[in-house]
């Protein structure tokens, strides 16, 4: 059951993982005042399709890694929560068209969502890892962090910036597809910002490439390229199922083992070009 090859995988998360974000018609938001501050529109609808995107994870292994031309000759872009451009454009290049970020950060004082002009570019993304359950009254009154108190300062500040919600549903989709593809108990904790980000431009784009989640010969316990903390928990997961994440990613690479060990580059295709 669990020895898929990579083009079943595709196919499994191609049908079994919906890319939906939280619109003002969906309940409890539809009867909020504020549920108007949502798109109205899924965010497959307003964006893309892109030809090329690149995935941008955070880890040390990009530092030195010269990749910066690379990622920014992509259509477009997506980083994470708070990985920056500034000072380190040779190695993670400039351009960024979406940043996923979780609640955690939202909420966090040290990271001034609020008036940080990091997080000003391009078009916002956030999730919210609370426990399983893709109701999403259950899931309104358990958030793991105050994502909606969050979004709606947020909004209030940025009115016009693109801004969407990932629908907690898309999360445990995917945390199963990555279950149901090993063959032991994993954590039932939600898949990293990396794969979710992954899964959201592979239904974008027509081709993904994704930098340094693989890790290359650069490898390290340096857990952020823009950061000096080390930890090997950062690359091979400890709250997520990284290493599992990571194992299904390297199951459905079309790239080659030389890519992923010389620039740490994976190749994926975007769900509309391939068949099931
Ligand atoms: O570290 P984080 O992730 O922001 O990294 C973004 C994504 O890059 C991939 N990554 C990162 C470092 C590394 N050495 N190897 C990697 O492969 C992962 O796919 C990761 O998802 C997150 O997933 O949202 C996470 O967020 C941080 C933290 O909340 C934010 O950076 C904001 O400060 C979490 N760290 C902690 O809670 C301490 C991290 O566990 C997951």
Redesign the pocket.
């Given at each position: 059951r669990y020895k898929l090859s990579g083009p079943e995988i595709l196919c499994e998360i191609k049908e079994k993982v919906q890319v939906t974000t939280l619109t003002p018609d969906m309940e409890p938001f539809s009867g909020f005042p504020w549920g108007s501050q949502l798109p109205p529109r899924q965010i497959t609808s307003d964006v893309g399709p892109f030809k090329t995107c690149a995935v941008v994870?955070?880890?040390?292994s990009l530092k030195n890694s010269g990749l910066g031309k690379e990622i920014d000759s992509h259509d477009a872009v997506i980083r994470?929560?708070?990985?920056p451009t500034a000072g380190f454009e040779t190695d993670v290049g400039s351009k960024t068209t979406v940043r996923l970020i979780?609640s955690?950060?939202m909420a966090?004082e040290d990271?001034h969502f609020l008036s940080s002009s990091l997080y000003s570019a391009g078009i916002l993304v956030s999730w919210d890892p609370s426990p399983y359950s893709s109701d999403l009254w259950e899931w309104f009154n358990k958030t793991d962090y105050p994502i909606f108190k969050q979004y709606q300062r947020y909004r209030r500040l940025h009115p016009q910036q693109p801004f969407y919600i990932v629908h907690p549903r898309m999360e445990w989709q995917l945390w199963q597809r990555i279950q149901d593809n090993m063959g032991e108990a994993i954590q039932k904790n939600p898949p990293?910002?990396?794969?979710l980000g992954t899964v959201l431009m592979m239904s974008l784009c027509e081709v993904v490439h994704v930098y340094?989640?693989l890790p290359s010969r650069r490898k390290t316990e340096l857990?952020?390229y823009y950061q000096r903390f080390s930890d090997a928990a950062?690359?091979l997961g400890a709250?997520?199922p990284?290493l599992y994440e990571k194992n299904l990613v390297k199951r459905m690479n079309q790239g080659s083992d030389r890519d992923i060990y010389t620039l740490g580059r994976v190749t994926l295709p975007g769900f509309a070009t391939f068949n099931c």
């Open positions: 994870s955070s880890a040390g994470f929560n708070a990985a979780n955690q950060l966090s990271h990293s910002s990396g794969l340094e989640f857990c952020h950062c690359t709250y997520h990284l």
